[in-house]
């Protein structure tokens, strides 16, 4: 009894300094997280920044101008790397969404032992480093495209999109399914009952429950296949450059302001595909905390 | 019959991982054995052996992979040191209203090229640019680190922040405001709470942080081209170069699975040290937790944080 009393007289009287103490603390946490969201977003100001820059070099600023906008709309090769970026970027995300969906229902709704299996094939797929990647598709797409003939492997786009669907695909599936097993089966039993047939049901019931999850995993493919540079650095062909591998071209022979114009620009689609991401999951009821755990990669 | 349905569902995933991920990267483990065959030649398989490997481990060669692991074991450990305050603050010590935007600000960088933001380092760390001049007019002399391997430990540090800042911020927020509440008010300084509660439930987000910046960072090719020049040569720099402009794709194959091998083998070492580090720990909660009769607040304040570990 009287050593319990003692506790809380002592615990209440130490409430009383550590205030201070505390709020000093909060004070440390917050000055620490501020600083390193500007530590963030220094080098993406620093090339918003410098896209303005009229000089030669990007590296030392002139003076302000949007020359180098304009030199992107008369340059013809900026513009068709962009071009060929979006157009790979939106084949990828779609082939990469119709895959990873069917792949996710199937984890969720029909599991068995093969599911684990699976997982373990997406698991590969995601550790495995880039630039590992790069280097095998590079020799096998030779392989398939000149010693077997089959010409179709030499186009640029479709390269470009087997490249960037592997890892896109991995991404889907886990978020189609984290949805799925989320949600309880029942509906999909209730449409059984009622004597709709497998695909209507798949059509009408499924395929809307995991819609939120279809619809992130494809913004956020189109946005992985938009920003992948190691494995395009490989895969590509001559005349279907992706804009990633024409500024990485860029490094090696000299910065203009043009490349950091084109960065501002897919800078700006970028936070427009992602806004749209964010906005889905909210609309689908996500906390802040389960939409990073999806934008982070599952 | 569900089954059924559900391999053929899975199928054309499958078939395509199976077939763009699987035989490319079995070619490579295939190719790592074999060798490169004259000058025009990229490589040969007739004789199996295990040659390459053994080039690999050549002092020329083995310097990149130290330096690799290097900056990568140093690169993902400051991560977390700069990381996990963050995401303590994101998850604890802001405002709930405010979550949605800093997870926002997070995940603004992490989805800016990576390529672009390098750049922006590249831009910021010049001799001649607008840091190297304001140090100058502070008397430091001018900026001299770009193309080292400090500016490629910085420029890694930055690239992979996000992905451990976003991970930890999660487990931190799952732990939920009861338990570390409940801590207080049985006597657990905040400390104690943080070691004994917060810690031992958000482990696995921890892990899930360093695993997805160490992974991606061994294999690192951007920052490293970028931002170092011969002293901040890393493995997949390597590992293109065999494939790009040396046409040696057996040593290329044999790096390459070098360096997955490598990844494995650090991540397995890494976490049977923090297995052992845990284990007094661990032993110490089981202690406390044993004397089950009704010795009051001490069992009590200890009972949370045992049921979790």
């Known amino acids: ?298 | 019959m569900r089954k059924k349905a559900g391999i053929a569902l899975a199928f054309p995933a499958w078939a395509w991982l199976l077939f763009f991920f699987v035989i490319p990267v079995g070619y490579v483990v295939w190719f790592s054995f074999g060798y490169k065959p004259g000058i025009f030649g990229t490589h040969a398989n007739d004789v199996l052996s295990f040659d390459r490997y053994l080039e690999v481990l050549t002092p020329t060669f083995f310097a990149t992979f130290q330096n690799t692991l290097w900056i990568g074991v140093v690169g993902t450990l400051a991560c977390l040191a700069i990381g996990a305050p963050v995401a303590y603050w994101m998850a604890v010590k802001a405002p709930p209203s405010k979550r949605g935007l800093l997870v926002a600000l997070v995940m603004v960088p992490f989805w800016t090229n990576f390529l672009v933001r390098t750049i922006g380092w590249q831009i910021i760390l010049a001799p001649n640019g607008w840091l190297s001049g304001i140090m100058q007019a502070m008397g430091l002399g001018p900026l001299d680190i770009l193309y080292t391997r400090p500016a490629v430990l910085l420029g890694v540090i930055y690239n992979y922040l996000p992905l451990m800042i976003l991970p930890l911020f999660v487990a931190f927020d799952r732990v939920g405001p009861a338990l570390r509440e409940a801590s207080k008010d049985l006597g657990a300084g905040r400390w104690t709470t943080f070691l004994r509660i917060t810690l031992p439930i958000s482990r696995p987000g921890v892990l899930a942080g360093v695993l997805l910046v160490f992974i991606p960072l061994m294999g690192d090719y951007i920052t490293a081209t970028i931002l170092g020049g011969a002293k901040g040569n890393m493995i997949g720099q390597m590992v293109a170069t065999q494939f790009q402009t040396a046409q040696n794709w057996a040593l290329g194959s044999a790096m390459a699975i070098m360096l997955i091998l490598i990844v494995l083998l650090t991540t397995a070492v890494g976490f049977g040290l923090v297995w052992l580090v845990g284990v007094p720990m661990r032993l110490r909660n089981r202690v406390v937790l044993d004397p089950v009769p009704a010795s009051t607040a001490v069992a009590a304040s200890t009972s949370p944080n045992g049921g979790a570990a």
Do not use: C
């Not at chain 1, 550790?127 to 990647?133: C, K, L, N, Q, R």
């Not at chain 1, 392989?143 to 669907?165: C, E, K, P």
């Open chain 1, 1 to 298: 009894m009287t050593a319990t009393d003692t506790r809380t007289i002592l615990s209440a009287k130490s409430t009383v300094t550590p205030r201070a103490k505390r709020s000093r603390g909060d004070l440390g946490f917050t000055v620490w997280g501020i600083a390193v969201l500007v530590f963030l977003f220094l080098p993406i100001a620093v090339v918003v920044v410098y896209s303005f820059n009229v000089g030669r070099l990007l590296t030392s600023f002139t003076h302000f101008g949007f020359d180098s906008f304009a030199a992107i709309v008369s340059n013809e090769v900026v513009r068709n790397a962009v071009l060929v970026s979006v157009q790979t970027g939106f084949l990828a995300a779609l082939l990469a969404s119709v895959l990873g969906t069917l792949a996710g229902i199937a984890m969720a709704r029909h599991p068995g032992k093969w599911v684990w299996w699976f997982l373990v094939l997406l698991l590969l797929v995601s550790v495995t480093p880039e630039i590992v990647d790069a280097v095998s598709l590079l020799p096998w797409l030779v392989t398939l495209g000149q010693d077997w003939g089959l010409s179709f492997f030499n186009n640029g786009i479709f390269r470009l999109v087997i490249g960037h669907s592997l890892f896109s695909i991995a991404v889907v599936s886990y978020l189609v399914r984290a949805r799925l097993i989320g949600l309880d089966a029942q509906l999909e039993e209730a449409s059984a009952d009622l004597y709709a047939p497998p695909l209507t049901t798949f059509r009408r019931v499924t395929l809307p429950l995991a819609m939120p999850a279809v619809l992130a995993g494809f913004l956020l493919s189109f946005t992985l296949s938009l920003d992948n540079t190691v494995i395009a650095a490989f895969v590509s062909v001559a005349g279907s450059t992706p804009w990633p591998v024409y500024i990485l071209g860029a490094v090696r022979t000299g910065l203009r302001p043009e490349i950091a114009a084109v960065s501002t620009i897919m800078l700006v689609l970028t936070l427009v595909a992602l806004a749209v991401v964010a906005l889905v999951l909210k609309r689908a009821g996500d906390s802040a905390a389960d939409i990073a755990r999806t934008m982070a990669g599952g």
